[in-house]
């Protein structure tokens, strides 16, 4: 017996560590309640660091005087344009819960973290939700006070033993279905006359026979996106199409029932071609990889089938310019793209539709769509452009001028053209731009002074050149960063790029605050001229030019100091197409 000891240990260590490891990433045990073939799921299964929730505090309590400002407009709206005693009352209710903007104490209040452990998933084509409640107590009374505010109490039902709420949807035969079980709040929608084996199922109150717990999908995504457990998930489009066109089930039968209408049942071609679409771009997926308390890191995937991701990075081209932006640009944008390989794309999917049409008739609007794509590829600027022109890059440093478009405004920063042949984009230039005839540019990545006096620019302005990339900066700073304009980053390819710093906010709050001000001093003889949906429309933006006045302030204000730099880029990738956003907080 003492000799088995060590082996029987051995064993319940093994099982123990399987155990742990299968259920590290899902505390909660929220998948245990998400079927295997779900088509859709977002999921936080595990609580944010402490060091983040407390930026998110921050960040909600800078917030504050937006929520505020919000729901008062909201009640304002309600008083002017609603007739419904009971949206009032809800309204009011939420008001008298949020209505002093501090959303932290209000989710106290109501017993729900500011970044509750969730998910969100079809059962099927029925949306689910399930949130893990701070408090299950507090927001059951939270629920019974908004109940009473709307002055109409919702019918309860009994499902697998559990109390829930019946929200009726006007006419329709689908209700919302509101329950707490132990320390989760669950919604659902469900029709009328469902029956309880439906209901119990749709509640996790029958588990399915085999979860997302079980296959360990999203464990398997977030090792393959490198992301985090918070707030990640798929809408999988091979399972979307498979569940669509498969026969009812019975949860769908009693949707089916109270809308008085059947299941379409799909024909052979229309089934085989729905199905080759989904294999084509399979899934579209979302999680963080980064979140810390000051960066935030988001990656958006859309698979795609081998052969299509390989064909679209193909189209990737070098994008000169980032390397020379300055940490604190006020707003950076790009474009880059292979335009001299974009026709033999197209054209061979183009192609491909002509010899084997669309037969469905749901998907017969793609093959004219091909067609016509086959035609634009025949463009002769088309061509021009691929060989001059593969990628655009603008920096801007600082913009300070008119807000109202009058007038040339001071602009500093540098832009980058990409091309295979810069020394004809210049030739082309000089007739628009004489001065780069005598600068005595060259290829060889020395700074050339520009006078742009004439056009009103009199800050120092330079240009330079080299093989592959062609740059200007305007601006004493800018001018000093121009030679890291022409270097081009292999690695990084970006289709488009996005940064924009805080300090843009202001900028669009003084825009919007002029604009609004101009409303005031419309010349007579312009009015005169409008019609009466114009008259009637300027006065409808005259009425609520002081509550668009006090949001722009706000917005500029507040946004300014929350945000320091948010980035956005698109590119493909061996996976597909790929979003990636970054945002840094003050």
Same mark, same amino acid.
């Given at each position: ?310 064909a679209l990075v193909e189209l990737r081209a070098p994008m ?10 006020l707003l950076d944008i790009g474009l880059a793209l292979r ?75 540098? $832009? +980058? ?12 230039? @000089? &007739?628009? %731009?004489? !001065? *780069? #005839? ?59 790029? $996005? +940064? ?12 919007? @605050? &002029?604009? %609004?001000? !101009? *409303? #005031? ?66």
């Amino acid at each position: 017996m003492r000799k088995l000891v060590p082996a029987i240990v051995v064993v319940i260590l093994a099982i123990g560590a399987f155990w742990f490891f299968s259920h590290r990433g899902d505390r909660s045990g929220l998948l245990a309640y998400v079927p295997a073939d779900t088509p859709w799921v977002v999921a936080n299964t595990q609580p944010l660091p402490e060091q983040v929730l407390q930026a998110w505090r921050d960040m909600f309590h800078g917030l504050a005087p937006v929520y505020q400002s919000m729901l008062q407009d909201a009640r304002d709206a309600l008083d002017a344009d609603v007739d419904d005693p009971r949206l009032v009352g809800l309204v009011d209710a939420l008001h008298a819960e949020f209505g002093d903007g501090d959303v932290l104490a209000g989710y106290e209040r109501i017993g729900l973290d500011i970044a509750p452990q969730m998910v969100l998933f079809g059962h099927g084509l029925v949306p689910v939700l399930r949130v893990v409640l701070a408090d299950a107590e507090r927001f059951d009374a939270f629920l019974d006070r908004l109940e009473a505010a709307s002055g109409e109490l919702p019918p309860r039902i009994m499902v697998g033993g559990h109390q829930v709420r019946r929200v009726t949807l006007g006419e329709l035969p689908v209700d919302v279905l509101v329950g707490i079980l132990d320390d989760q709040l669950v919604a659902t929608l469900a029709p009328r006359e469902a029956g309880p084996e439906a209901l119990e199922s749709l509640f996790g109150i029958r588990a399915p026979e085999r979860s997302l717990a079980d296959t360990g999908d999203l464990r398997r995504l977030h090792r393959t996106y490198s992301y985090q457990p918070h707030y990640s998930g798929f809408l999988d489009l091979r399972q979307l199409a498979a569940q669509i066109m498969a026969p009812a089930t019975p949860i769908e039968e009693g949707f089916l029932a109270a809308l008085e209408v059947e299941k379409p049942e799909p024909s052979p071609a229309c089934r085989a071609e729905f199905e080759a679409l989904a294999e084509a771009w399979p899934r579209l997926t979302m999680g963080y990889t980064r979140l810390d308390a000051k960066v935030q890191e988001v990656r958006f995937v859309a698979e795609a089938r081998k052969d299509i991701a390989e064909a679209l990075v193909e189209l990737r081209a070098p994008m000169p310019g980032p390397a020379a932006r300055a940490e604190d640009s006020l707003l950076d944008i790009g474009l880059a793209l292979r335009l001299d390989k974009l026709p033999a794309l197209v054209n061979r999917y183009a192609d491909a539709v002509r010899a084997q049409p669309w037969q469905c008739e749901s998907l017969q609007g793609l093959n004219e769509a091909f067609a016509q794509s086959h035609q634009q590829m025949s463009n002769p600027g088309l061509f021009m452009a691929a060989g001059l022109l593969q990628s655009l890059y603008l920096s801007v440093d600082e913009y300070a001028g008119s807000t109202t478009g009058d007038g040339m405004p001071d602009v500093s920063g540098i $832009l +980058a053209i990409g091309s295979e042949n810069p020394a004809s984009l210049v030739a082309m230039g @000089q &007739a628009f %731009l004489p !001065q *780069l #005839a005598s600068s005595g540019l060259a290829t060889d990545r020395q700074p050339r002074a520009l006078s742009l006096g004439a056009y009103g620019v009199d800050m120092p302005a330079e240009v330079a050149m080299s093989e592959t990339a062609l740059a200007v900066a305007v601006g004493e700073a800018a001018v000093q960063r121009l030679p890291s304009a022409l270097v081009v980053g292999e690695a990084e390819q970006p289709m488009f790029h $996005l +940064a924009m710093d805080g300090r843009l906010y202001e900028h669009f709050a003084q825009v919007m @605050q &002029a604009q %609004l001000a !101009q *409303l #005031a001093d419309i010349d007579p003889e312009v009015l005169a001229g409008m019609d009466e949906d114009g008259r009637r429309e300027l006065e409808a933006l005259r009425a609520e030019s002081e509550r668009l006045e006090r949001e722009a302030v706000m917005m500029g204000e507040v946004y300014s100091r929350m945000f320091q730099r948010l980035q956005i880029e698109v590119t493909a990738s061996e996976h597909g197409l790929e979003m990636k956003q970054r945002m840094q907080l003050r």
